[in-house]
């Protein structure tokens, strides 16, 4: 397993390692006539390679190469899996947030606020009716401004426009933001080249003979945020020893190995450890196999790093 048992949810629930060997065993292992370790090795390396078709798949999509990326992992299962996802991905850089596990609510509370209005107003580019679309952005930023300066009295307010756009004929459109600056004399042609950019970033190429099409048009307004997000170095770095270990299976190697527990409420910025290795928190288990290093940094995050 990677969970210690003696350290989940802070010790509140008690894991029975014994009763998941036992059912894997019954539901999987003797069917298929291996043990439990290889069947449970199997569930895992399903489940993470299901994780990384969907990020493969979602950077085709958007046609986006996952060379020289960051993974950033939050969600109490995420440390979990998030190095052999690296692996599977080719990503050499991982990041474990401090609170990884209520990431999401996190995330949430630092959030600007904002409001986004979108109408729907279909135009041809070759016979736009600028002045209409101008008064229809002019009514929603309105609409929007006064959404958010109801929450958000003090601060400045960030607005942008955009268009959900498509080449004539296709049934899908793409979102497109227009420049601040957009104006009457220049707007047809900056929404046709904006348009291009956007399409051309998502699918490699565009088709300038064809008309293009507007179907909606949005405004987001949003409160600037004034939380710092200025990056705390790390200090003078030491590297920790631990005197507890578990076995844990290694994908790497193929086998289960010594792996070292760390906890991470006794970790400081700058401290380093080496894989294989477990840092164990009341919420979520962040797994460091034998060949990636991590660091602790100024922001208290987990930084790991392949070796």
Same mark, same amino acid.
């Given at each position: 397993?990677?969970?210690?048992?003696?350290?989940?949810?802070?010790? *509140?629930?008690?894991?029975?390692?014994?009763?998941?060997?036992?059912?894997?065993?019954?539901?999987?292992?003797?069917?298929?006539?291996?043990?439990?370790?290889?069947?449970?090795?199997?569930?895992?390396?399903?489940?993470?390679?299901?994780?990384?078709?969907?990020?493969?798949?979602?950077?085709?999509?958007?046609?986006?190469?996952?060379?020289?990326?960051?993974?950033?992992?939050?969600?109490?299962?995420?440390?979990?899996?998030?190095?052999?996802?690296?692996?599977?991905?080719?990503?050499?850089?991982? =990041?474990?947030?401090?609170?990884?596990?209520?990431?999401?609510?996190?995330?949430?509370?630092?959030?600007?606020?904002?409001?986004?209005?979108? /109408?729907?107003?279909? *135009?041809?580019?070759?016979?736009?009716?600028?002045?209409?679309?101008?008064?229809?952005?002019?009514?929603?930023?309105?609409?929007?401004?006064?959404?958010?300066?109801?929450?958000?009295? /003090?601060?400045?307010?960030?607005?942008?426009?955009?268009?959900?756009?498509?080449?004539?004929?296709?049934?899908?459109? =793409?979102?497109?933001?227009?420049?601040?600056?957009?104006?009457?004399?220049?707007?047809?042609?900056?929404?046709?080249?904006?348009?291009?950019?956007?399409?051309?970033? *998502?699918?490699?190429?565009?088709?300038?003979?064809?008309?293009?099409?507007?179907?909606?048009?949005?405004?987001?307004?949003?409160?600037?945020?004034?939380?710092?997000?200025?990056?705390?170095?790390?200090?003078?770095?030491?590297?920790?020893?631990?005197?507890?270990?578990?076995?844990?299976?290694?994908?790497?190697?193929?086998?289960?190995?010594?792996?070292?527990?760390?906890?991470?409420?006794?970790?400081?910025?700058?401290?380093?450890?080496?894989?294989?290795?477990?840092?164990?928190?009341?919420?979520?288990?962040?797994?460091?196999?034998?060949?990636?290093?991590?660091?602790?940094?100024?922001?208290?995050?987990?930084?790991?790093?392949?070796?």
């Amino acid at each position: 397993g990677r969970l210690d048992p003696n350290c989940f949810a802070d010790g *509140q629930i008690t894991l029975r390692p014994d009763a998941a060997k036992e059912s894997m065993e019954k539901v999987i292992c003797d069917e298929m006539q291996v043990s439990a370790e290889i069947g449970a090795m199997g569930v895992v390396e399903m489940v993470d390679e299901n994780m990384a078709n969907a990020a493969r798949e979602h950077a085709i999509e958007r046609g986006k190469s996952l060379n020289g990326r960051t993974i950033i992992a939050f969600g109490g299962s995420a440390p979990l899996h998030v190095a052999r996802l690296a692996e599977k991905l080719g990503v050499k850089k991982i =990041i474990v947030p401090a609170g990884a596990s209520v990431g999401s609510a996190i995330g949430f509370l630092y959030a600007p606020i904002a409001f986004e209005i979108t /109408r729907s107003f279909y *135009q041809r580019l070759s016979n736009i009716d600028m002045r209409a679309v101008f008064r229809l952005f002019d009514r929603i930023e309105k609409d929007a401004r006064k959404i958010v300066k109801g929450a958000a009295r /003090r601060q400045n307010l960030n607005v942008q426009r955009s268009a959900y756009m498509r080449f004539v004929g296709q049934r899908h459109e =793409i979102k497109v933001v227009l420049p601040s600056d957009l104006n009457d004399q220049s707007a047809i042609e900056v929404i046709r080249e904006s348009f291009y950019e956007a399409y051309r970033s *998502q699918y490699s190429r565009i088709m300038p003979n064809v008309d293009i099409e507007s179907v909606g048009w949005s405004v987001s307004v949003t409160a600037l945020n004034e939380i710092s997000d200025k990056h705390k170095n790390t200090p003078k770095t030491k590297t920790i020893k631990s005197n507890e270990t578990m076995r844990v299976w290694d994908f790497a190697t193929g086998m289960a190995i010594d792996s070292f527990i760390f906890h991470r409420d006794h970790l400081t910025p700058g401290t380093k450890i080496s894989g294989p290795a477990i840092i164990s928190e009341p919420q979520t288990t962040t797994v460091i196999p034998v060949n990636f290093k991590a660091i602790i940094d100024g922001n208290g995050s987990i930084v790991m790093e392949a070796k």
